[in-house]
Each structure stands twice: as C-alpha cells, then as structure tokens.
C-alpha cells in the first residue's frame, strides 16, 4: 500500500505565499519522480512541476519564476513553495509520484489540497 498525504493548502490573498508538502508513505523501493498538477473548476488536470530523482525539474510556463519545487529524498517528501500567487492559481492541488515497488512501477495521486487566492 502507498499513500500520498498533502498539506498545506489554504487562503490567500493576492501576492501572497503557500507551501505545500506532500509525503510518500508504505512498501516504497524507490521514487523515481514526484510531482504536482492543478485542477480548476471547469478545467482539466494540468501539470503544475515535476522533479526527478537527479533534480531535474519541468515548470509549466505560467508559474515558472514563481514557484518552487524542492525534494527531501530521505523524508520522501516533495514541496512546493508558491510565491507571488494570483487569482488564477486558485485550483484543487494533486501530488503524484512514480513509485517503485520492489520491481514494479506504478504512478499515485494524493487526495488532493485547495489552494485559493482571492483578488
């Protein structure tokens, strides 16, 4: 059994601040990418940032300069600090992990944390 478990969600207002973290746990062998995506109401899923095992990171263009991912292997925990945020970053935030499991990979997904920013 994996879980993803996310915190950090909430209010804010317009130029303000979040961090969200979002924790691995179970039968782990190894996380090979973690990462997080958005939904809006009324939008499709869309890939907020990706981090790879060796630091490599994939910014979707509207948040590059203003967030931030970052990764703490041993703690199995993935964050992403929000920065400068608008209006339009107010979406229903997922963490999702590529998971090893002994041999076999399989992709997760959190529960999901609000994130909204009023104008």
């Known amino acids: 059994q994996v879980q993803l478990v996310e915190s950090g969600g909430g209010l804010v207002q317009a130029g303000g601040s979040l961090r969200l973290s979002c924790a691995a746990s179970g039968s782990i062998s190894s996380i090979p990418s973690m990462g997080w995506y958005r939904q809006a109401p009324g939008k499709q899923r869309e890939l907020v940032v990706a981090?790879?095992?060796?630091?490599?990171?994939n910014y979707a263009d509207s948040v590059k300069g203003r967030f931030t991912i970052s990764r703490d292997s041993a703690k199995r925990t993935v964050y992403l600090q929000m920065n400068s945020l608008k209006p339009e970053d107010t979406a229903v935030y997922y963490c999702?992990?590529?998971?090893?499991?002994?041999?076999?990979?399989?992709?997760?997904w959190g529960q999901g944390t609000q994130v909204t920013v009023s104008s």
């Open positions: 999702n992990a590529d998971i090893f499991r002994g041999w076999s990979l399989g992709n997760y």
């Open positions: 981090i790879a095992g060796d630091g490599s990171t």
